[in-house]
């Protein structure tokens, strides 16, 4: 019932942009925990940004992107994007979509995922 549906990734240069998209359906935006999760070759899971389930609660965003990345959600067309900017070659990862039921999750288990889409930083 749940799906995530994401698109977006792809090779870009250092300093560029771009931004992923993930299309939900089986649940209302806005009501579960929406999140974005990333792992690179080599390295453990790191969670991106997540929004909670209270709509004013400030977007969480890990240190590394903070400034850079942006969350947002666009409820008419049930999606929810990740705009990326001044990519770094550390930024390279698969990143995912993912769903919680309760909230954002610490440990980063979420409920549902995405398939993952590549982004690769390279000159």
């Known amino acids: 019932q749940v799906t995530l549906v994401e698109s977006g990734g792809g090779l870009v240069q250092p300093g560029g942009s771009l931004r992923l998209s993930c299309t939900v359906s089986g649940f209302t935006l806005g009501y579960y925990a929406m999140g974005w999760v990333r792992q690179a070759p080599g390295k453990e899971r790191e969670g991106v940004s997540c929004?909670?389930?209270?709509?004013?609660?400030?977007?969480l965003y890990s240190e590394s992107v903070k400034g850079r990345f942006t969350m947002s959600v666009d409820d008419e067309k049930n999606t929810v994007y990740l705009q990326m900017n001044n990519l770094k070659p550390e930024d390279t990862a698969v990143y995912y979509c993912a769903t919680n039921v309760i909230d954002c999750p610490q440990d980063l288990e979420y409920d549902y995922w995405g398939q993952g889409t590549q982004v690769t930083v390279s000159s």
């Open positions: 929004f909670g389930t209270d709509p004013y609660e400030e977007i």
